[in-house]
């Protein structure tokens, strides 16, 4: 489903990506930790187009289709869904009004009819109850005033909603108390699907107890040096990050200076 | 820019009418007018070498020779004035139309006190001459010397202590569009009396979105001990009307002022809110958005000035500037000496969507009193890239998350519109002139 190829990149002229690899098959699920900084949240906003990031070498494609040169709301359109770190906050905007136009172009895309306010209406109804969302969020403006949590969940009602092909989570988990946490990875578990594959960035293996990996990766100083089950990430969070250091190719460590 | 030999050229046409002006007014009102006539004469037209007017050029409206009517035209039809009602047969409705009552379009429910401010000038002198152009606060400018001069009709509204008028009250001005270049000059005074409550929905309207007019309105506002008044002024004038206004607010002890006011259409917009916090523990809020386009020019001018302790005001205006266009906004505090715990914030923001688009905003805080709160700010910019992309990854394009953005930081103002039929109207309004969905 996705492919990574030796992928490089940049943000403001520093490289924080220096060689990912990555494959993903449909309906797996792939945790990606790593210390902060080791470019975790960079691999997510370049998957999902971010024009700040900008990619120097590799690439990667996603249904067989090159996304390089693609525009954000093109990948978005095929399938494609980042569930934010930090959820901007829409002043004027309610939640219902931003998913129904979401929607209706993703829709339109793939030669489907526009959802009407009324059909959206119960279609949110719904997923919020799927991710045990309270109703009245539906009118309040996208994120604005929300807690935390309430964002972090909100973006897990948005990928119910779009109902993505590849969801790439953003550190899902970050800010979160245990209760929130359960909350959301009971959201996201519910959307797991043959059909579905996500990716799952996180700092801290807890998340990854509630949402259970198909394969775990460390990435570290932008490359992935190690890979396994779910098991890495116990084996991870027993011996902390300093333990990969020690595994990785001398040559990625010098060149770290 | 004028100068001054061509502004006696420029008030030539004013002068000319106000000689037609034949008054049937008691003493008292003729006296008024006639010193403001030669105030008008006096003065020197608005012009960018002044403070005031340095980012707001009126000479468009100084080079057009507009004549003002001194008696109603033909009556105006329902049929003109219908879409520009709100159709609730509950609110109380006063019509001008071309700067004159129309009775019989108008409708006024029993006990409320409201009629044309040619009637209250005969009926209701009692409350009328104590009040009538003295709370014109700080320098006149010639416009409101001039609106003073002509002064014949406009609202006249009393509301009576401890009354709660139920529904609004709407002051309909409408353009008919049958003369052109024709000026107007409506005189309102609104009165309440301690603890009186009322809503007045101001709206301009023309029946012809291409007719060139002037209105130089002047409202004065006094609000009585712990009355309450919400006021809503809507511009909705032809894209090539002209509209200065001045208002000025007179707060007594616990009294409050909620203002809205709301530019929409009209080729040059200047709305000015004087407001006079004085006495103990009064309130004004005055809120406004302006939607500008083509080569629009509205102007807000607003001015607090606390007088006595313990007051609070909020002055928040938001701009949405597209095309050529240009907005100018002024909030200027004055805080006396005795006015000490005085809290005072007001914030601009502006959003701009063309490079030609130009904002000129200053705040202005006169502060002589030490135990105070002041806060000010204004921002001016586009949609954060952040916000923009955020749309991106859910599917919607760069244009529809501009529309969207867009829509909602004016409806955000829009939003707080107590008044259900003025907040839908306007929501409308701001929808199709952002149009977040494509087609």
Same mark, same amino acid.
């Given at each position: 489903?996705?492919?990574?190829?030796?992928?490089?990149?940049?943000?403001?002229?520093?490289?924080?990506?220096?060689?990912?690899?990555?494959?993903?098959?449909?309906?797996?699920?792939?945790?990606?930790?790593?210390?902060?900084?080791?470019?975790?949240?960079?691999?997510?906003?370049?998957?999902?187009?971010?024009?700040?990031?900008?990619?120097?070498?590799?690439?990667?494609?996603?249904?067989?289709?090159?996304?390089?040169?693609?525009?954000?709301?093109?990948?978005?359109?095929?399938?494609?869904?980042?569930?934010?770190?930090?959820?901007?906050?829409?002043?004027?905007?309610?939640?219902?009004?931003?998913?129904?136009?979401?929607?209706?172009?993703?829709?339109?895309?793939?030669?489907?009819?526009?959802?009407?306010?009324?059909?959206?209406?119960?279609?949110?109804?719904?997923?919020?109850?799927?991710?045990?969302?309270?109703?009245?969020?539906?009118?309040?403006?996208?994120?604005?005033?929300?807690?935390?949590?309430?964002?972090?969940?909100?973006?897990?009602?948005?990928?119910?909603?779009?109902?993505?092909?590849?969801?790439?989570?953003?550190?899902?988990?970050?800010?979160?108390?245990?209760?929130?946490?359960?909350?959301?990875?009971?959201?996201?578990?519910?959307?797991?699907?043959?059909?579905?594959?996500?990716?799952?960035?996180?700092?801290?293996?807890?998340?990854?107890?509630?949402?259970?990996?198909?394969?775990?990766?460390?990435?570290?100083?932008?490359?992935?040096?190690?890979?396994?089950?779910?098991?890495?990430?116990?084996?991870?969070?027993?011996?902390?990050?300093?333990?990969?250091?020690?595994?990785?190719?001398?040559?990625?460590?010098?060149?770290?200076? | 820019?004028?100068?001054?030999?061509?502004?006696?050229?420029?008030?030539?046409?004013?002068?000319?009418?106000?000689?037609?002006?034949?008054?049937?007014h008691p003493?008292w009102v003729?006296?008024i007018?006639?010193?403001?006539?030669?105030?008008?004469?006096?003065?020197?037209?608005?012009?960018?070498?002044?403070? #005031?007017?340095?980012?707001?050029?009126?000479?468009?409206?100084?080079?057009?020779?507009?004549?003002?009517?001194?008696?109603?035209?033909?009556?105006?039809? #329902? #049929?003109?004035?219908?879409?520009?009602?709100?159709?609730?047969?509950a609110w109380a409705e006063l019509v001008f139309?071309?700067?004159f009552f129309a009775a019989?379009?108008s409708r006024i429910p029993s006990g409320l006190i409201a009629c044309n401010l040619a009637e209250a000038l005969e009926k209701h002198t009692d409350r009328v001459e104590p009040l009538l152009a003295k709370q014109v606060n700080?320098?006149?400018?010639?416009?409101?010397?001039?609106n003073t001069?002509?002064l014949q009709d406009g609202a006249f509204v009393h509301v009576t202590a401890d009354a709660v008028v139920p529904a609004p009250i709407h002051l309909l001005y409408?353009?008919?569009?049958?003369?052109? !270049?024709?000026?107007?000059h409506p005189r309102n005074l609104l009165i309440l009396d301690r603890g009186a409550k009322a809503t007045v929905v101001e709206s301009?309207?023309?029946?012809?979105?291409?007719?060139?007019?002037?209105?130089?309105a002047v409202t004065e506002i006094v609000i009585g001990e712990n009355a309450a008044l919400h006021a809503y002024k809507?511009?909705?004038?032809?894209?090539?009307?002209?509209?200065?206004a001045s208002t000025h607010v007179r707060l007594e002890r616990g009294a409050s002022i909620n203002s809205?006011?709301?530019?929409?259409?009209?080729?040059?917009?200047?709305?000015?809110i004087k407001t006079l916090?004085d006495g103990?523990?009064a309130?004004s809020?005055?809120?406004?958005?302006?939607?500008?386009?083509?080569?629009?020019?509205?102007?807000?001018?607003?001015?607090?000035?606390?007088?006595?302790?313990?007051?609070?005001?909020?002055?928040?205006?938001?701009?949405?500037?597209?095309?050529?266009?240009?907005?100018?906004?002024?909030?200027?505090?004055?805080?006396?000496?005795?006015?000490?715990?005085?809290?005072?914030?007001?914030?601009?923001?502006?959003?701009?969507?063309?490079?030609?688009?130009?904002?000129?905003?200053?705040?202005?805080?006169?502060?002589?009193?030490? !135990?105070?709160?002041?806060?000010?700010?204004?921002?001016?910019?586009?949609?954060?890239?952040?916000?923009?992309?955020?749309?991106?990854?859910?599917?919607?394009?760069?244009?529809?998350?501009?529309?969207?953005?867009?829509?909602?930081?004016?409806?955000?103002?829009?939003?707080?519109?107590?008044v259900?039929?003025?907040?839908?109207?306007?929501?409308?309004?701001?929808? !199709?002139?952002?149009?977040?969905?494509?087609?």
């Amino acid at each position: 489903m996705l492919e990574i190829t030796n992928l490089h990149a940049n943000v403001e002229g520093n490289e924080i990506l220096r060689g990912v690899d990555l494959k993903i098959g449909a309906g797996e699920v792939h945790a990606i930790m790593g210390p902060n900084g080791s470019g975790k949240s960079t691999l997510a906003q370049v998957l999902s187009g971010n024009e700040a990031y900008e990619v120097t070498e590799g690439g990667f494609t996603f249904l067989g289709q090159d996304l390089l040169e693609m525009p954000a709301e093109e990948r978005a359109r095929l399938g494609v869904f980042m569930a934010f770190q930090y959820p901007v906050e829409i002043p004027g905007i309610s939640n219902a009004y931003f998913l129904q136009a979401g929607l209706n172009e993703i829709r339109k895309s793939h030669g489907l009819d526009e959802l009407d306010a009324l059909e959206f209406r119960d279609l949110l109804k719904e997923k919020m109850d799927l991710v045990a969302i309270d109703h009245k969020f539906a009118d309040r403006p996208v994120n604005e005033g929300f807690s935390g949590g309430e964002k972090k969940r909100n973006e897990i009602l948005q990928m119910a909603v779009l109902e993505p092909k590849l969801a790439i989570l953003d550190e899902s988990d970050s800010g979160l108390d245990i209760d929130a946490l359960r909350i959301v990875a009971d959201g996201v578990n519910r959307l797991r699907s043959p059909q579905r594959s996500m990716i799952v960035v996180t700092h801290y293996q807890r998340l990854l107890d509630y949402i259970i990996p198909d394969f775990v990766h460390v990435l570290w100083r932008g490359r992935i040096v190690k890979s396994g089950g779910k098991e890495l990430a116990l084996e991870l969070e027993a011996k902390g990050y300093d333990w990969i250091k020690e595994l990785v190719p001398a040559g990625v460590a010098e060149d770290e200076g | 820019m004028s100068d001054s030999k061509n502004t006696a050229n420029e008030k030539a046409s004013f002068l000319s009418d106000l000689d037609q002006l034949r008054t049937v007014h008691p003493a008292w009102v003729k006296s008024i007018q006639t010193s403001y006539a030669a105030k008008f004469a006096e003065l020197e037209l608005p012009n960018r070498r002044m403070e #005031e007017w340095r980012f707001t050029n009126v000479s468009p409206i100084l080079r057009t020779s507009f004549r003002t009517a001194i008696s109603p035209g033909a009556p105006a039809t #329902e #049929e003109t004035v219908a879409p520009f009602r709100y159709g609730n047969a509950a609110w109380a409705e006063l019509v001008f139309v071309d700067g004159f009552f129309a009775a019989s379009l108008s409708r006024i429910p029993s006990g409320l006190i409201a009629c044309n401010l040619a009637e209250a000038l005969e009926k209701h002198t009692d409350r009328v001459e104590p009040l009538l152009a003295k709370q014109v606060n700080g320098t006149a400018n010639a416009f409101n010397a001039l609106n003073t001069a002509f002064l014949q009709d406009g609202a006249f509204v009393h509301v009576t202590a401890d009354a709660v008028v139920p529904a609004p009250i709407h002051l309909l001005y409408v353009n008919s569009g049958r003369s052109t !270049d024709s000026a107007s000059h409506p005189r309102n005074l609104l009165i309440l009396d301690r603890g009186a409550k009322a809503t007045v929905v101001e709206s301009h309207v023309s029946a012809d979105m291409g007719a060139r007019y002037f209105t130089n309105a002047v409202t004065e506002i006094v609000i009585g001990e712990n009355a309450a008044l919400h006021a809503y002024k809507l511009i909705n004038d032809s894209n090539e009307a002209y509209h200065l206004a001045s208002t000025h607010v007179r707060l007594e002890r616990g009294a409050s002022i909620n203002s809205f006011a709301i530019s929409q259409t009209g080729k040059i917009i200047r709305n000015e809110i004087k407001t006079l916090l004085d006495g103990e523990g009064a309130h004004s809020s005055l809120k406004g958005l302006y939607m500008t386009r083509g080569e629009q020019l509205v102007d807000n001018p607003i001015a607090i000035e606390h007088a006595k302790p313990h007051c609070t005001s909020w002055i928040g205006y938001k701009g949405v500037l597209d095309d050529k266009s240009h907005a100018v906004f002024s909030g200027k505090v004055y805080v006396h000496r005795v006015a000490q715990k005085t809290d005072s914030n007001q914030l601009n923001q502006n959003m701009l969507l063309s490079d030609k688009a130009t904002i000129d905003t200053k705040p202005l805080l006169e502060i002589f009193a030490d !135990d105070v709160k002041c806060t000010h700010g204004a921002t001016v910019g586009r949609p954060p890239e952040e916000l923009v992309f955020y749309f991106r990854t859910r599917g919607m394009s760069e244009a529809m998350a501009l529309g969207m953005l867009t829509y909602g930081f004016a409806d955000e103002v829009v939003n707080q519109i107590g008044v259900d039929e003025v907040r839908e109207r306007l929501e409308k309004f701001v929808f !199709d002139t952002y149009s977040p969905i494509p087609g």
